[in-house]
T-cell receptor, first 118, second 112 residues
Framework: EPEVTQTPSHQVTQMGQEVILRCVPI?????FYWYRQILGQKVEFLVS????????KSEIFDDQFSVERPDGSNFTLKIRSTKLEDSAMYFC????????????????FGDGTRLSIL | AQSVTQLDSHVSVSEGTPVLLRCNYS??????LFWYVQHPNKGLQLLLK??????LVKGINGFEAEFKKSETSFHLTKPSAHMSDAAEYFC??????????FGSGTRLLVRP
């Protein structure tokens, strides 16, 4: 069964450094998402991406965050200058393959990247 | 705004006994609801989804959930727990912009 893959599984970064989290969505999917889960808290939405642009972003997704689909397979989340409070598990998800959102296609998640900011 | 409330943070059952994980939702329209499971150090795996077809939804690994509009509930059940079912379970609603809103999770413990 096709899977969403995320790399690395664990990233340790000094505060203030840039970090890029990588995701390979399921190949025929059209919608891409990032969520995060701070330890002990709920999973929360960050951003959705369709047709090479952001569809929606949450209040968390400020100017320090960006997403990109640099080629036909990868989907990346960049944090420009990390803060201690960015420490969390970051999940990538994808859904598709139909462009029609009304089919309510479920989102399929990767195993996550645990980001630790020191 | 859509939301889900998982009524139990922890549920403990003996192997072979039934499982009930409770979820109530709040939605201004007919919701799309999901249950996801997260095993330790793994991602979120879709168990089942409700999208206004049959109210009783069957999922993977013997799980099922029943959508009850009158009670605004979407409880997850399994007739007989297995040790491998020990994990965290999330009740999730899809909002009008198709992003997922997660509940706080229920940790299922299965005693031998």
């Amino acid at each position: 069964e096709p899977e969403v893959t995320q790399t690395p599984s664990h990233q340790v970064t000094q505060m203030g450094q840039e970090v890029i989290l990588r995701c390979v969505p399921i190949s025929n999917h059209l919608y891409f998402y990032w969520y995060r889960q701070i330890l002990g808290q709920k999973v929360e939405f960050l951003v959705s991406f369709y047709n090479n642009e952001i569809s929606e972003k949450s209040e968390i997704f400020d100017d320090q965050f960006s997403v990109e689909r640099p080629d036909g397979s990868n989907f990346t989340l960049k944090i420009r200058s990390t803060k201690l409070e960015d420490s969390a598990m970051y999940f990538c998800a994808s859904s598709g393959p139909f462009p029609d959102r009304y089919s309510n296609q479920p989102q399929h998640f990767g195993d996550g990247t645990r980001l630790s900011i020191l | 705004a859509q939301s889900v409330t998982q009524l139990d943070s922890h549920v403990s059952v003996s192997e072979g006994t039934p499982v009930l994980l409770r979820c109530n939702y709040s939605s201004s329209y007919s919701p799309s609801l999901f249950w996801y499971v997260q095993h330790p150090n793994k991602g979120l795996q879709l168990l089942l989804k409700y999208t206004s077809a049959a109210t009783l939804v069957k999922g993977i690994n013997g799980f099922e959930a029943e959508f009850k509009k009158s009670e605004t509930s979407f409880h997850l059940t399994k007739p007989s727990a297995h040790m491998s079912d020990a994990a965290e379970y999330f009740c999730v609603v899809m909002d009008s912009s198709y992003k997922l809103i997660f509940g706080s999770g229920t940790r299922l413990l299965v005693r031998p």
